[in-house]
Nanobody, 127 residues
């Protein structure tokens, strides 16, 4: 079992920045690939970014590439999402998620690939 708790969402003006954190507890954090997803009202949950177990591989959706950066600290059992140049369309509830280690596909982009989810943190970008 892995417990995930997101924090540091909030309200920011367009063009601003936020850094989300997701603290993990339970089984060995470094055994899990991690991902960030988001869900806006009336829309399906969508992939944002993913990172491999050792942090060596990252992957981003086209909508955030070049603006967001995912990273992890396996000592602090925490994954981060640095969000820069925020846009109103980035407004959503952001979720972190954990997927068991896969030596073939080291980053995961599908909701169904992830076994554990946090409760989410709201990010609102005003225009």
């Amino acid at each position: 079992q892995v417990q995930l708790v997101e924090s540091w969402g909030g309200l920011v003006q367009a063009g601003g920045s936020l850094r989300l954190s997701c603290a993990a507890s339970g089984r060995t954090f470094s055994s899990y690939a991690m991902g960030w997803f988001r869900q806006a009202p009336g829309k399906e949950r969508e992939f944002v970014a993913a990172i491999s177990c050792n942090g060596g591989t990252t992957y981003y959706s086209d909508s955030v590439k070049g603006r967001f950066t995912i990273s992890r600290d396996n000592v602090k059992n925490t994954v981060y999402l640095q969000m820069n140049s925020l846009k109103p369309e980035d407004t959503a509830v952001y979720y972190c998620a954990a997927a068991p280690r896969d030596t073939i596909v080291v980053v995961k982009t599908l909701v169904d690939d992830y076994d554990y989810w946090g409760q989410g943190t709201q990010v609102t970008v005003s225009s």
